[in-house]
């Protein structure tokens, strides 16, 4: 139905080589070249750049390239929609998320899904909170796991509240036995993940007036439980994050009500495909049969 150059086109700003949109979409490079060529000259300005190492998009194509995807979006509802009426199961769904929700969440929802619906594909790309919400926003994800806030201008979800602990190495015992206070952590180094600390992870250390000069950062929550454990200093990380990792370190809640707001960004209901419709709800039940209400942020929104 849609014209293929706009299939070539958001899958070259995918790949970011003309090669591996090619193989991709098993055609030749030249003949994704010629495509690209063709929809530049028909639109009138160029859309890539081109480099030795392959290919970014121009001020003008990156304007295009989220309606073009909301073409394409548009083609693959309607094809969801069609199959749906016939009585088929069809469809893909691309799925955003940040490391612990892939970890402890997302193996258990997508085979409960794909036993409801095996012909559903379901790709996963694991990034940072900004990054699959910004990719949300494109066109490029259906729909993505993140923490509030989110900036850019999507429907929003609230799923849950994951308490945020302290992270002490083995030995270590608050002054009053149950919660970490000021005093406990006071001129105590933390390590933690540089894209957390514009979030709720901020407001924890800021109310224990822990200081920028104090903090150091670590790629990812394996290297902070490591780090701890080796002495380095104190880590802070939510409770859905500690779910599968283990070292030689003791973890405590901070004294107050700290937590990490957990959300799903996706487009408006109307923009949805029956597929994702189909995910959402198996998201939201997942979640109530593995939490009960305890922690859960959904409401009649969440349909």
Not at 63 to 90: D, F, H, R, S, V
Not at 135 to 160: H, M, N, Q
Not at 167 to 181: K, L
Not at 280 to 290: F, H, P, V
Request: with cysteine; proline share 5%; charged share 25%.
């Amino acid at each position: 139905m849609t014209d293929f150059a706009y299939k070539i086109f958001a899958e070259v700003v995918k790949q970011k080589t003309f090669v591996a949109a090619a193989n991709t979409l098993n055609v030749t490079p030249s003949a994704i070249s010629h495509s690209i060529s063709g929809l530049e000259a028909e639109l009138g300005f160029a859309l890539f750049l081109r480099n030795r190492t392959g290919v970014t998009l121009t001020p003008d194509g990156k304007k295009i390239l989220p309606i073009i995807q909301e073409i394409l979006n548009a083609e693959a509802k309607l094809t969801e929609a069609a199959a749906k009426i016939k009585g088929l199961n069809q469809g893909t769904i691309r799925i955003g998320a940040f490391s612990s929700v892939c970890i402890n969440w997302l193996p258990d929802i997508i085979n409960n899904f794909k036993q409801k619906y095996p012909d559903i594909e379901i790709s996963v790309r694991q990034g940072p909170f900004n990054e699959v919400a910004e990719a949300v926003r494109l066109g490029t994800l259906d729909l993505a796991f993140s923490a509030l806030p989110i900036k850019e201008k999507l429907t929003v979800l609230p799923l849950y509240r994951d308490r945020i602990y302290c992270v002490a190495p083995e030995g270590f015992i608050p002054q009053n036995g149950r919660t970490v206070i000021a005093q406990d952590v006071k001129d105590k180094p933390f390590i933690l993940q540089e894209i957390d600390y514009d979030r709720d992870t901020k407001k924890a250390l800021d109310a224990f007036h822990v200081s920028v000069n104090s903090i150091q950062y670590s790629i990812d929550d394996a290297s902070i439980i490591a780090m701890v454990e080796s002495g380095l200093g104190f880590g802070i990380l939510p409770e859905l994050a500690l779910k599968k990792l283990s070292g030689h370190v003791v973890c405590y809640p901070f004294e107050g009500d700290f937590y990490r707001h957990i959300c799903l960004a996706t487009h408006a209901k109307d923009q949805r495909t029956p597929s994702t419709e189909a995910f959402m709800a198996e998201i939201k039940a997942y979640l109530l049969k593995r939490y009960g209400k305890d922690g859960l942020m959904l409401d009649e929104k969440f349909n």
